[in-house]
């Protein structure tokens, strides 16, 4: 396999780079971030064509692979643009743009590509809580919650989960405006918007349907891998960034008359730094190219590719921070703000752990 990138994706690559380094770059902190200005981050974003990058052109999108979408989550995570890329472009929107009806698809798949429509994925029943039993389908309704729903209070449509009377899964894409949900939103660690939603008996009638039973569950199977992958690439990007911010530090700082750099056990750290970003790399690569895979083996190997990436994103993280000092972990200090994304991503869609046990089953 080739993993060098293409005269296309090099060009795609520096105008999402350009764009993370001047207008994203310039924006208030992470957690003074309003709606407006979020809103007008994302048009900019979708004014690439990033929006739409895995939806067919018909739709409004640009037709291309989850290896750009890869490429362009790693340029993002380089600058933390502070964008949910992966939840609400690569997945939700692949999801819809694979699922939906035609006629749904003309009418808000082609606003979403133009960042005009943000779609987000509500899948997490009740932070997984054995009671209640989550979204389900009572009568022709829908109760339940659903909860770290990432852009939730800024997501016009969620793309939903629940459980009919016979168990089988149901998917289904739900207004955020209809007066039968509730949003409650709140910050996450790295101060992006996520939500608590809850379905106070939406009918089924002003939903849309998107797929029923097995096929449900392969096609949001497949999305979330999907997602997975390109949260990985993302923290590639964030971990790349972070080495280089503690190398460029270590450089200025001095002790003893001497740049922090020149000692030798800061150095075995930077080191160590360094082999978990190439072995990140990797992972993010293995899980990229297993994406066209059967689904068993796809499935095995992005749960590898996003442990191994949390267990390199929290190494990185711990070793910055013990290099920068006290300062590392300081809203005002740049470095935080990546440790505190890597250690979101790990945690979004399950964990180090849980993926090693999701791995481990299919063994």
């Not at 690569?90 to 133009?114: G, N």
């Not at 987000?120 to 829908?142: C, F, I, S």
Request: net charge negative; hydrophobic share 45%.
């Amino acid at each position: 396999m080739n993993f060098e990138l293409n005269d296309e994706q090099r060009m795609l690559e520096e105008a999402v780079s350009k764009l993370v380094s001047g207008k994203l770059r310039s924006e208030p902190p992470v957690f003074t971030v309003s709606d407006a200005a979020w809103q007008q981050r994302w048009q900019q974003l979708a004014e690439l064509g990033v929006a739409g990058l895995l939806v067919n052109p018909e739709h409004g999108g640009a037709g291309m692979s989850v290896l750009d979408a890869v490429v362009v989550a790693r340029a993002l995570g380089r600058g933390n643009a502070r964008l949910p890329f992966a939840v609400c472009a690569a997945s939700a929107l692949w999801l819809l743009d694979q699922a939906a009806t035609p006629a749904f698809k003309a009418q808000w798949l082609v606003k979403a590509c133009a960042g005009e429509v943000l779609f987000t994925l509500a899948v997490d029943d009740d932070n997984h809580r054995a009671q209640p039993p989550g979204v389900r389908l009572e009568g022709k309704a829908l109760h339940g919650r659903k909860s770290a729903v990432v852009a939730g209070g800024l997501a016009q449509w969620l793309i939903v989960t629940a459980q009919d009377a016979a168990g089988a899964t149901q998917l289904l894409a739900v207004s955020a405006d209809h007066p039968a949900v509730r949003i409650d939103s709140m910050p996450q660690l790295d101060g992006h918007n996520s939500a608590e939603v809850q379905f106070n008996g939406v009918p089924l009638a002003d939903v849309e349907e998107l797929g029923v039973g097995a096929d449900a569950d392969a096609l949001l199977a497949q999305a979330l891998d999907i997602g997975r992958v390109v949260l990985c690439a993302e923290a590639l990007g964030l971990m790349e960034s972070l080495w280089r911010q503690t190398v460029d530090s270590l450089k200025e700082r001095r002790q003893f008359k001497q740049p922090l750099i020149q000692f030798q056990v800061l150095q075995h750290r930077l080191v160590d730094m360094l082999m978990a970003v190439e072995s990140a790399h990797s992972s993010t690569l293995l899980g990229a190219a297993s994406l066209h895979e059967a689904a068993a083996t796809r499935s095995q190997q992005v749960a590898l590719a996003k442990c191994r990436i949390g267990r390199h994103a929290v190494q990185v993280a711990e070793q910055a921070t013990q290099c920068l000092g006290g300062m590392g972990i300081t809203d005002e200090f740049e470095s935080s703000h990546y440790t505190r994304r890597l250690h979101t991503i790990d945690m979004t869609w399950g964990n180090a752990d849980e993926q090693l046990r999701r791995y481990a089953a299919q063994m």
